[in-house]
């Protein structure tokens, strides 16, 4: 039995959820948007001036291929970026070997770190009290990457300022305590669901069965099978 | 007399909220964030799949600063930029002198040129058609750039896709046709609505006043302006 995936085809697609939800929470676009739906902008003046980008420091939490796609745009909005991962890589960016400390130093936490066992609840109390009450909290990764529970208490204790989350502890079930919060983003895991992307990702499925049934092997096993091609 | 304005301080911000209204528009943020609120997601499963910026060339209206800014995150982004001015300027993007020609070969049109008699109604219906049935409208503008019940009449007639509008003809109020469409992103007039660019501008105010009566002039005087420093 082989094993495949959809390396690559995603990235640049996920990095722009990203950036669209850090966009969103920094900026409160979806509650400014209810705000005008609601009719309150003739009745109760202007939205509230939010928090920017123009004065934080984005700490990204796993720089892998997708990583290293939304450092770029980051980049390229002069948003200075810093990461931790377990070893540094070919990144210009500086790297912190301890999440605490980058916690302590950025002002955003945008997580997009492989799930499993070696990431599990490598968001908890402690990384968000050092985030801080100006902190701000983006999980593009996977639910169990985030402690839910002391991230709701953290919210709740304004320990931190607000967050953008695209994946949950039990999906598609979303804790009410957040879904009853106006300082989160919520989004039902959109990361890579755009038309476009889903074809390319259906097309090299569909590639990787052919090229193995033409005795070429897979195109694209992930890292564990064992089988080679 | 001496007129002055903010020039420059908030660019980077408006960019910014652009970046966020093209990526929330075109990827649906605030109605997957609505669908998640309102319990949809495990009652009737995930939520449609959307359009993308993969797949598309954005054409900016308006090369000015901000433009430029915004350009140089598109280009972060892999995403193909053209652009419509009445004079090409110093990019390395191909210039329509003709906006009807660029709302043809684009799939995304972002408007953020300056308001006033000139480009009154310059999106108009004859734009819109030309944008075609897979075409969405930025407005980053102003709102009077936007002919809006041109606008409404395209989006009801599926002449044109969605459209992301932080500016309309008659703010605050916006027509409740909009507000009852989906296929639309509505913000209140957000762009450089942040705590940390609002500082910048009246900073920028109070500097102009200081130097102003230190008798060395206004710092950034309007071009209209008829006092020289």
Redesign the interface.
């Known amino acids: 039995m082989i094993v495949t995936n959809t390396p690559d085809v995603l990235n640049?697609?996920v990095?722009?959820?990203a950036?669209?939800?850090l966009?969103?929470t920094v900026?409160?676009?979806?509650q400014?948007?209810?705000?005008?739906?609601a009719?309150n902008?003739?009745k109760h003046?202007?939205?509230q001036?939010?928090?920017?980008?123009?004065?934080r420091t984005v700490g990204i939490v796993g720089m892998g291929r997708i990583g290293k796609a939304i450092a770029?745009?980051l980049?390229?909005?002069?948003v200075p970026v810093v990461y931790h991962s377990r070893r540094p890589t070919d990144v210009p960016y500086k790297h912190y070997p301890n999440l605490i400390e980058m916690a302590r130093d950025a002002h955003v936490l945008l997580v997009i770190t492989p799930g499993g066992a070696a990431t599990r609840n490598l968001i908890n109390a402690e990384v968000l009290d050092a985030l801080g009450g100006d902190g701000i909290l983006i999980n593009m990764a996977r639910g169990s990457v985030v402690d839910e529970v002391a991230l709701i208490k953290a919210l709740k204790d304004k320990k931190i300022l607000s967050a953008g989350l695209d994946v949950f502890a039990n999906?598609?079930?979303?804790p009410q305590e957040l879904?009853e919060m106006e300082n989160v983003?919520?989004?039902?895991?959109?990361g890579s669901?755009?038309?476009?992307?889903?074809r390319a990702m259906d097309q090299l499925v569909a590639d990787n069965i052919i090229s193995w049934f033409a005795g070429k092997g897979a195109l694209t096993p992930v890292a564990e099978t064992p089988v080679k091609k």
């Open positions: 640049e697609e990095a722009d959820t950036l669209g939800l966009l969103a900026r409160h676009l979806p400014a948007e209810r705000y005008l739906r009719g902008w003739p003046g202007d939205y001036l939010t928090p920017s980008l123009r004065d770029r745009r980049d390229a909005m002069n999906e598609p079930s979303v879904i983003v919520l989004l039902p895991h959109v669901a755009s038309i476009a992307t889903r």
